[in-house]
């Protein structure tokens, strides 16, 4: 209620969104606060009401909120949300990071972020709790407090009242330490910017990394697509598979995922899978996502009439289903020529309209067809 009051005072143009979960018996009473103070100044406010929240609450509500209020600022063509996080919460946080010995990229709440490609603001950083209710008072802003930000069930709620029993200088002293943590990581981020850029490493320059390993693994991993917090023991054991493994496959996420390979260590997308169908004199508009530089010339292969219409199909797709002597021979070509998983996974196998496999790109195995009839060529 102290930044929507600032707000308004500050003669800003915005629109209020306010999420009603019906967990507590006040709740219908912030929800008439809210509209209350909007409909007295012709603040546009979108109410939301919140269906039954499965899992953890906490969480499961964040989500709720922050996607509700995306809609909004879509809709409205905002430049982003603020939200009315304080001193205090910054703190809250950091602690929290602490307990949980997560390896973050920042310590604490930071001024502006980017949250599911919306711009979050958070301008009260600097003001504590006590600071905005003694500005609410003042300028008669009404407000509610939430009961329930007392229930010792929750870890954030044992945390803030942890911080509510530190005296001042106690809470001085958690803020430097969060700061200086965090110029230290800045510090490190300019350091390091170059190699946290590019999307692959060879073994022996992660190994070159030594004590600093941790922090550059988690933010090369973040910088990358992975989720925003990641625990020392997650990195540990990620790490103790990239010394010790020769390949490591590990999904980072449903698009990312970290493989070591023919000592690389690469951050690598999910292979996409296509099936592509071509007809007699048919010219293929699409692309197969396929990349091989060992040869630069096309590749020659001969089919029968009868074949048509021909399937393209990657390896990944239909490994499971080859004869077993034809995959062993395909396993050995790729690891002959170190031909890295992501490839191996998108490699073009080529089936006629019985759905027997007649070509495999680049593979000098020619499979049970004449030499009498169509030339087709694969094209680099």
Known sequence: MALLDLCFKQGMAFEVVHVNYHKRDTA??????????????AIPCHVFHAPVLEGNFQMAAREFRYEKCRSVILSSHADGMMVAHHKDDDLETYLFQKQRNSCVTWYGLKQEIEMKGVRLVRPLLSLSKKELIDYCAMNHVPYGMD????????????????????????????HIE??????EREAYLNRFASKLANSSLSEVEY???SQEWSFFLMYWLIQHGAKKALSKAYLDELDRQ????????????????????????????????????????????????????????????????????????NYKQVVNQLDPNIRRSCQRWFIKHKIPL??????????????????????KQQLGVSTDTIECYMIK
């Open 207 to 209: 190994e070159s990394l």
């Open 178 to 183: 969060k700061n200086e943590r965090n110029r």
């Open 242 to 313: 990239l010394r010790t493994a020769y390949s490591v496959v590990h999904p980072l996420s449903d698009r990312l995922r970290l493989i070591k390979q023919y000592e690389v260590i690469r951050l690598v997308p999910q292979t996409e899978d296509y099936t592509i169908r071509v007809e007699r004199n048919q010219r293929i508009l699409q692309p197969i996502r396929f990349q091989y530089e060992r040869f630069e010339d096309s590749q020659r292969f001969v089919c029968q009439t009868s074949d048509f219409p021909l399937v393209i199909r």
């Open 28 to 41: 219908d009473r912030d929800q008439k606060l809210v509209e209350s103070y909007c409909n007295e100044r």
């Open 147 to 174: 009961e329930s930000n007392l229930n010792p069930v929750y870890t954030r709620n044992r945390i803030r009242s942890h911080i509510e029993n530190l005296s001042v200088v106690q809470i001085d002293l958690l």
């Open 342 to 363: 992501e490839q191996r996974e998108s490699w073009p196998l080529v089936f006629n309209t019985l759905n027997e496999l007649i070509y495999i790109s680049h593979h």
